[in-house]
């Protein structure tokens, strides 16, 4: 990987009237990582994540992946699944893998990397269920299942654990980890520390919509004897 690898994320400020719901923030999501962004209720994890996807436009900042900076078309390039999973309420689980494929031209072949995934997710069952007939962590794994086959480069995850059972969890991390193997950058938001130092490399700290640590998950963990992730971030967002 070279040092250009990844996205980089410079200066961004989102503001809503008179709150900086981001506030000049800049990080690095490298290409074959996880990076967590945590931080309390109101941080500006979903701001920034909303930004970066090109679904809110920003005051301010630029962003470039693999050295190439990122315009308006970025939609093809970083994909987003949201907190809240909205599905297509008249087509099925199997309508929306088929929608991703043509819509990113995906090679003959797909069919057996999404039956795959929906299997992983506990959802080949549903395939012929329509969108409006799902529950909601339904929905969310049909996102993951058709946000996985597109098979962006850059990957957002909004607070993807909420909603999901135990095996549901697990099957996405460990999704998520062969997504890291093969190359994505992936940035995950997150209030649950225990899932984020399970997974991720590199993590963000956002208060108040500034980045209060970036450090990888290593250096915070042993960096003091007997600390944990926990005490990290009450001590950076307090
Ligand atoms: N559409 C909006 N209009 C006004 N304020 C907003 C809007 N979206 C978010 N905010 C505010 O921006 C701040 C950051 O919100 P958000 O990015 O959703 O935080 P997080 O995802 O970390 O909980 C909060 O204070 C929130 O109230
Ligand atoms: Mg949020």
Known sequence: MTRTSGL??????????????VDDLSFHAE?????????????GKTTTMLCLAGLLRPDAGSMTLDGEKLG?????????????????AMLTV????VFVAKSCRLKSGWQQRASE???????????????????????????IASTVLAGAP??????PMIGLDPKGQRELRSILRELREAGTAIVLSTHLLESAEAIC??????????????????????????????????????
């Open 31 to 43: 290409r074959g990582a996880i990076t967590g962004l945590l931080g309390p209720n109101g941080a």
């Open 8 to 21: 980089f994320v410079e200066h961004l400020t989102r503001r809503f009237g008179q709150l900086t719901a």
């Open 154 to 159: 850059v990957l957002l995850l909004d607070e």
């Open 72 to 88: 308006p078309d970025r939609g093809r390039r970083i994909a987003l699944i949201p907190e809240t999973p909205d599905v297509y």
């Open 201 to 238: 490399d590199h993590v963000l700290v956002l208060n108040a919509g500034r980045a209060a640590i970036s450090a990888p998950i290593a250096e915070l963990r042993f960096g003091e004897a007997g600390r944990s992730l926990e005490d990290v971030f009450l001590e950076a967002t307090r």
């Open 94 to 97: 199997w309508e929306h893998l």
């Open 117 to 143: 995934l929906l299997l992983r997710l506990d959802l080949f069952d549903k395939k012929d269920t329509l969108g409006e007939a799902l529950s909601k962590g339904m929905r969310q794994k049909t996102l």
